[in-house]
């Protein structure tokens, strides 16, 4: 079946220090790739999405490109601030039946930056 | 314009008791989903409906129900509370299928003594 695996955390890193959260994939098809963050006390938000390979998605100075030779969308960013601190989710959507998708969640990924 | 409000934002229940949890929207989206959150898990999949009527199992639909009897809102009912229902619950909503941005509530925790 369909999975994400995330890298464990937590990560910590100095302000604008550059950011690698990875995230590698299964699926059968073609799917969607995305990347959610939760801040503390919220819901999830979208950061960025791709939908077909070699897609570059990108947001608030995030990067990810579907790679479909590797399974991987990594989450990139050049030089992270505190207010990145959060919970990175990557998740994909698919369609392994007609009428029917499914989207599954990696585990988190929780980010502290420090000042 | 409000979004995806959430009803209670937390709530103690005692094993056994039935409570129902209120989702609701205004961006007019057919899709609505109820998702749990544990740690280490991530995010699974209770119930969702692609349109006013409609309700679908997910991943972990054992001990819930929902309606959808109005297209702003999705209902998440438990009809006999468990510790193992102890979780925040999500909300979520996207204007198509799973492929679309979906658009989440700020949660509602839930314990369960």
């Known amino acids: 079946g369909d999975s994400v695996t995330q890298m464990e955390g937590p990560v910590t890193l100095s302000e604008e220090a550059f950011l690698t959260i990875n995230c590698t994939y299964t699926a059968t098809g073609y799917p969607s790739l995305f990347w959610y963050v939760q801040y503390p006390g919220e819901g999830l938000q979208l950061l960025l999405k791709?939908?077909?390979?070699?897609d570059k998605g990108s947001n608030k100075g995030f990067e990810a490109t579907y790679r479909k030779e590797t399974t991987s969308f990594h989450l990139e960013k050049g030089s992270v601030q505190v207010s990145d601190s959060a919970v990175y989710f990557c998740?994909?959507?698919?369609?392994?039946?007609?009428?029917?998708?499914?989207?599954?969640f990696g585990t988190g990924t929780r980010l502290t930056i420090i000042p | 314009n409000a979004g995806v409000t959430q009803t209670p934002k937390f709530r103690v229940l005692k094993t056994g008791q039935s409570m129902t949890l209120l989702c609701a929207q205004d961006m007019n989206h057919e899709y609505m989903y109820w998702y749990r959150q544990d740690p280490g898990m991530g995010l699974r999949l209770i119930h969702y409906?692609?349109?006013?009527?409609?309700?679908a199992k997910g991943e972990v639909p054992d001990g819930y129900n929902v309606s959808r009897l109005k297209k702003q809102n999705f209902l998440l009912g438990l009809e006999s509370a468990a510790p193992s229902q102890t979780s925040v619950y999500f909300c979520?909503?996207?204007?198509?299928?799973?492929?679309?941005?979906?658009?989440f509530g700020p949660g509602t925790r839930l314990l369960v003594l």
């Open positions: 409906s692609v349109g006013e009527g409609t309700t």
């Open positions: 791709a939908t077909k390979a070699d």
């Open positions: 979520a909503s996207s204007y198509r299928g799973l492929r679309e941005t979906q658009y």
């Open positions: 998740a994909l959507a698919s369609q392994p039946n007609f009428g029917n998708e499914k989207l599954t």
